[in-house]
């Protein structure tokens, strides 16, 4: 295993863009899908789930769930270790979580053992705090000016491939059976599948990912290790007169991080934006099964079809917003266009869910999906914009913890609607969302601080 090196100990004075950058974000990605993939992987074949084991299909939504719950409390604690520990470190707490989880659910093939099936899908999901906290930084500190938002669009792309995967696989590996033999042999080996490869993931991480590059990508990258050096030599001679403050200071500068981040105005409209839109996206997703075979029953790996549709055409939104904001750094135009057409696709959704055509679902799924995940980069990177030079990990872990309050409440309101009321005013409940969160949007302020520090730095070429 090699050595965390700590690029703090040098006094870097040029700028370089490193060829192995890409290698390091493809480990993250397939890190980042294989995690994803397991989050609906339960929730897109819940009748036989619910058959399998015997459950209520609110707890089948309860293994999407989790995800959701086990983020609020331990992104705060992750966030702070990936400031003080590093990347490597964090993703590979994270991977190892993650495989463990995985061989877990290997040992949950038995109607009675849902309890085990529900443990193992805990410890993935609370290692999903070391995976979406991720892209903003690892693009920031691997990358240049040029490239920071197309890398931070393929990060955020690895968890969308994962949702995508996990959308099309269980219809296709777990059959509805009526013998539950065949139903706990086919659990089996989609629990082996993912254990085998979580385990690969796993090891490429411990053998070759690393925290940063030893030299810096960009001027502000080099500005902020010029800082650490300095904050790390002052707290040095701190500590050798009292061995206790420099923890304490370190711990107080993390609660004036908290609260910088709390009292931006922008960063809050933001929040509360973005956790619409993509709390939404989970109620969606996590209920898409029942949703959508009531009117077309025996169609179970459409609708994990349809699931795909959504993610893959969010995958081609992702890159191409993020390709866009980096030529045009117009951050605030293209989330208000995004949002808006997230909102004409929820309609579209609303009103053609049940024309008895199948194809017709794809067709509004798609369009959708290309907006309402397209979405995504867009708003870690403005999040990014609004609130430098604070740690990019801290201000995505807010981020993505007020996603799964709005994600648990969306899920459980659009649950409850559609049980009292049905599909159609469950789907105009969310579109009254979006409505909402676009209003929002309006009144964020346009305020670029990331760029306006690119361009005080003037950068020159760097060197590859």
Known sequence: MPSEKDPSNEAPTSIKLYRRRWFILAIFVAFSASNAAQWIQYSIVSNVVTKYYGVESIAVDWTSMIYMITYIPFI???SWLIEKKGLRTTTMIGSIGNCVGSWIKVLSVSPDRFYVTFIGQSIVAVSQVFVLSVPARLAAVWFG??????????????????IALGF???PMIVKNSENLDDIGHDLTIMFYAFAA????????????????????????ILAEREKRKEEKNRQGVE????????????????????????????????????????GVFYAISTLLNQIVLPYYHGHEEDVGRIGLTIVVAGMGGSVISGLILDKTHKFKEIT??????????????TFTLNCGYIAVVYMAAGLLGFFMTGYLPVGFEFAAELTHPEP???????????????????TTVYGQVFTAAGDFVANLTLAGALTF???????????????????????SSPKY
């Open 392 to 410: 990019e990990g801290t201000t995505v872990g807010i981020l993505n913890a007020v996603v799964q309050v709005f994600g648990i409440t969306f």
């Open 197 to 220: 490869t979580t385990s690969v993931i796993c090891l490429l991480i411990i053998i070759f990912f690393k925290a940063e590059p030893e030299l810096p990508p960009s001027v502000s």
């Open 336 to 349: 208000l266009a995004l949002y808006a057409l997230s909102l004409a696709g929820m309609a579209v959704y």
């Open 239 to 278: 500590a050798g007169a009292n061995p206790g403050e420099g923890e304490a200071r370190r711990g107080n500068e993390f609660g004036r991080q908290l609260l910088r981040l709390i009292t931006n105005k922008g960063y809050l409209l933001l929040l509360a934006s973005y956790g619409i839109n993509t």
């Open 145 to 162: 000016p040029e490239q920071v938002s197309s890398a931070c669009a393929i990060g955020v792309f690895g968890n969308q491939l994962g």
């Open 168 to 170: 099309l696989i269980p």
């Open 437 to 459: 969160g676009l209003v929002l949007t309006v009144f964020i302020p346009s305020d670029l601080r990331r760029q306006a520090a690119f361009a005080k730095g003037h950068p």
């Open 76 to 78: 705060f604690p992750a």
